[in-house]
């Protein structure tokens, strides 16, 4: 896998998008932003992700999530 595909944006309904260990896994859809259900994010041991950063800040993803797990690091939102 080293995309998803555009229209994942329209699966309103999308609460949990684990993605884990996808190492060719390039680039994430803008779309995501439209994925007002979302409450995990799960991207673990996906180095390829260089533009993560990015896209979080500009969707707005941080504020939407519940957990969101990227690069092997701990979860945001799970406590100790």
């Known amino acids: 896998l080293t995309t998803l595909p555009a229209g994942i944006g329209r ?3 999308l609460r949990r ?3 884990d260990n996808n190492i060719e896994l390039t680039a994430l859809p803008a779309g995501l932003g439209r994925l007002r259900n979302l409450q995990v994010l799960s ?5 390829g992700l260089d ?3 990015d896209l979080l800040t500009r969707e707005g993803l941080p504020t939407l999530l519940a957990r969101l797990a990227a690069h092997g690091e ?3 939102g799970e406590a100790d």
């Open 51 to 53: 533009a993560l950063h």
């Open 74 to 76: 701990p979860a945001a």
């Open 43 to 47: 991207l673990t041991r996906c180095p």
């Open 11 to 13: 699966l309103a309904g």
């Open 17 to 19: 998008l684990y993605l």
